[in-house]
């Protein structure tokens, strides 16, 4: 199912329901996004069922939350590289509801949804996704935008994308062979001065 995400300008979020400002949020400086307003309409591919240990109640269900800073144990032995270690598990996901991310304003947001957790810290970027300049559309541009989230492409624990191998060039079509391109020999500067030199005495 694609949930479809409507031009982010009446978009208040559901995942996220933003509240009003209050008083607390004004002595802080807190601002709650309400979306880009130039922003065409658009659609994004979910992540949730793509998760191999979702739903975290399986086991979360059984286990008291603990917010400690520890080493993380099996299934969960990851290289945590992201934030370069400002933080740690519990500023995105929720501690008290393993199914949910949670929003910088600590409102849940659903996995699906992961892009508003990334945009909190991101925004410049989560901007440009929204607007089609970073990230990969599943559609062609003639149809309806359907767009990645930024998990399906970035690892949350450890986000920057490694350097690869690229793609090996297209192949020669079948009955025909590669052949190499003719080449002229440019005469150089001096050449090219001499026979003007020459066309200039006759």
């Known amino acids: 199912m694609i949930r479809t995400v409507a031009g982010l300008t009446a978009l208040t979020f559901a995942a996220l329901a933003v509240p009003p400002v209050t008083a607390a949020d004004e002595e802080t400086g807190f601002t709650p996004f309400t979306g880009y307003a130039a922003a065409s309409e658009f659609s994004v591919v979910p992540r949730q069922g793509e998760l191999v240990f979702f739903p975290c109640s399986q086991c979360h269900e059984f286990m008291e939350p603990d917010a400690t800073i520890r080493e993380l144990m099996s299934p969960h032995e990851v290289e945590f590289k992201h934030g370069q270690g400002r933080f740690w598990c519990y500023a995105c996901h929720k501690l008290d509801n393993r199914e949910q991310l949670v929003a910088v304003n600590g409102e849940p947001v659903s996995f699906d949804d ?15 996704w929204a607007f089609g300049a970073h990230g990969k559309r599943q559609t062609s541009w003639t149809e309806d935008r359907v767009i990645y ?10 986000p920057v994308i490694k350097p690869r191998e690229p793609m090996a060039g297209p192949g020669v079509r079948t009955g025909l062979e590669r052949v190499a391109p003719e080449r002229h020999e440019k005469p150089k500067v001096w050449q090219r001065r001499d026979s003007q030199e020459q066309k200039h005495e006759q």
Not at 114 to 128: A, E, I, N, P, T
Not at 149 to 158: K, Q, R, S, V
């Open 149 to 158: 989230n930024c998990t399906h492409c970035h690892d949350a624990h450890d």
């Open 114 to 128: 992961s892009h508003l957790v990334c945009g909190g810290c991101h925004g410049l970027r989560h901007k440009d």
